[in-house]
């Protein structure tokens, strides 16, 4: 149905739009002259300026900014709500029901800045790790609805392309103004098997936010199911000169004079001969070994090597995987608690695969990192930054360290990752670090990006702001 609707932006101050926005089809001017009236200006107050300790980090063709606005979402109220809609945010359950809608709504931003008019040349991906503000909520006259009015702040990862103007950007995308109900409006009739508004293949409702697009040709999509958004996107600060702390790593790490390094390849769909994942993992195996690696096993889903230096080596446990399994939980959680270096590529799974709650529950044990070591730790899958940066960040908290990148690096990607150069992107990682060469970060993400070429993925280091600033 159409909704009576109006649009409610949180406009900042900034220079013009980039080259492209103006082809969305959604304007203010489609959705004028409708009823839904927002909150007063100090309502809508974010947080001051982003601290920029802690927010620096560095990637080669990628920046991060300080994305910030204000929008609403319409949620039904309930038949079973008998409360003054204006105060349905006092009601525990209500609210709960909506911060997981509003949720859902922004999750909406991961196919908007990828798939839509604007960012298909210079894309971007939200942190997952937000702050939201819920507002105030309104009735829709006529209508079994409420506006919903919110602030968002976050620090998200875009293509340094964007701010090829060297300040703040203002950037226009489109959410949906009902998340419950935009899946099925990508349908183009009754009864209809295929929505035209999202991927051709990955055409779930689970899928949909990841993908969706109602500026594709032929989607049903009407302007009245959207709200369009318009903000400025602040560029931080960059690292320059930091390092991996190699005299931790190389030194006495808790694994004696090795370094260890656990690196799990998952697979594309099976184990079969021509699976992209098993390509990765033998493609990589033959990169080290031509790099200088030594071989101690050679199986078909299990390879180890060696490198020596000195009095000491690094050694490498690779492992062939279904990063859907038990087995493939248990591996990875016990790599992370005791590996000097764990490097993950594969498919994300949405972030389900590697998320700490999933690893926790299916191997068993809670997932706690070592406080006082040393690690860094490589997803190399699609859009790792916003699945798993944050969340082992926040495992490696302790004493003195309430950011938890004192004893952590963690390295990666905005958007999707390619299986075509994962391998290549893995072994100029690891060829780069456990060697004994010592480059710094920024030389280290540069390789990885040239390894990538065109089939960037964005990649780019966490932590490193307090880092050495010298090998």
């Known amino acids: 149905m159409n909704k009576a609707i109006s649009l409610f932006v949180l406009l900042l101050p900034s220079a013009s739009f980039s080259a492209g926005f103006g082809d969305l089809a959604v304007s203010a001017g489609a959705l004028s002259g409708r009823t839904f009236v927002p909150p007063a200006a100090s309502a809508l107050a974010l947080p001051g300026a982003a601290q920029k300790g802690g927010d620096r980090w560095y990637g080669a063709d990628s920046r991060q900014a300080r994305l910030r606005f204000g929008t609403y979402m319409l949620y039904r109220v309930p038949g079973s709500y008998t409360g003054a809609v204006s105060r349905i945010l006092e009601d525990r359950r ?3 029901k909506i911060e997981e809608l509003v949720h ?14 604007g960012f298909t040349e210079n894309p971007g991906i ?11 909520a309104q009735k829709v006259p006529n209508e079994d609805y409420a ?3 919110y602030s968002y702040d976050d620090i998200a990862v875009f293509a340094s392309g964007l701010f090829s103007g060297g300040g703040p950007q203002k950037i226009r995308f489109a959410l949906p103004v009902d998340p419950s109900t935009i899946y099925s409006s990508g349908f183009p009739h009754p009864g209809a098997r295929k929505n035209l508004c999202t991927d051709e293949h990955y055409n779930s409702e689970g899928d949909f936010w990841y993908f969706w697009n109602p500026y594709q040709e032929g989607c049903p999509i009407t302007e009245d199911e959207l709200i369009l958004v318009e903000t400025d996107l602040e560029p931080l600060p960059m690292t320059r000169g930091t390092y991996p702390e190699y005299d931790r790593l190389y030194g006495d790490n808790g694994n004696g004079p090795e370094l260890k390094v656990t690196y799990l390849v998952g697979i594309d769909e099976s184990f079969h001969s021509g699976d992209l994942g098993r390509r990765t993992f033998r493609d990589a195996f033959e990169g080290l070994r031509a790099a200088g690696f030594e071989v101690s096993a050679d199986e078909s889903r299990r390879k180890a090597l060696y490198f020596r230096r000195g009095s000491s080596r690094t050694v490498i446990d690779m492992r062939l995987m279904d990063p859907d399994s038990a087995e493939f939980a248990s591996a990875a959680a016990e790599a992370m608690r005791g590996s000097d ?5 594969g498919h994300s799974g949405l972030g389900g695969y590697l998320d700490p709650e999933r690893l926790a529950a299916d191997s068993g044990a809670p997932l706690a990192l070592p406080k006082d070591k040393y690690q860094i730790f490589v997803f190399q899958g699609c859009s790792t930054y916003a699945y798993y940066n944050g969340s082992y960040f926040r495992l490696k908290r302790g004493a003195g360290d309430p950011k938890g990148t004192k004893n952590l690096d963690i390295i990666t990607t905005g958007i999707g990752a390619a299986f075509d150069v994962g391998a290549k992107a893995d072994t100029a990682f690891l060829t780069s670090v456990t060697m004994g060469n010592r480059p710094s970060w920024q030389t280290i993400i540069n390789r990885i990006h040239a390894a990538e070429g065109d089939m960037t993925a964005l990649t780019h280091v966490n932590g490193d ?7």
């Not at 859902?104 to 008019?117: D, E, K, R």
């Not at 997952?128 to 503000?133: E, H, N, P, W």
């Open 147 to 149: 506006w919903i009015s």
């Open 104 to 117: 859902l709504q922004l999750q909406h931003m991961y196919g908007a800045f990828t798939m839509h008019p």
């Open 94 to 96: 209500q609210r709960e």
């Open 126 to 136: 939200p942190s997952g790790d937000f702050k939201l503000r819920l507002l105030e």
């Open 465 to 471: 702001e307090d880092n050495p600033s010298a090998p």
């Open 341 to 345: 270096i764990f490097l993950y590529d």
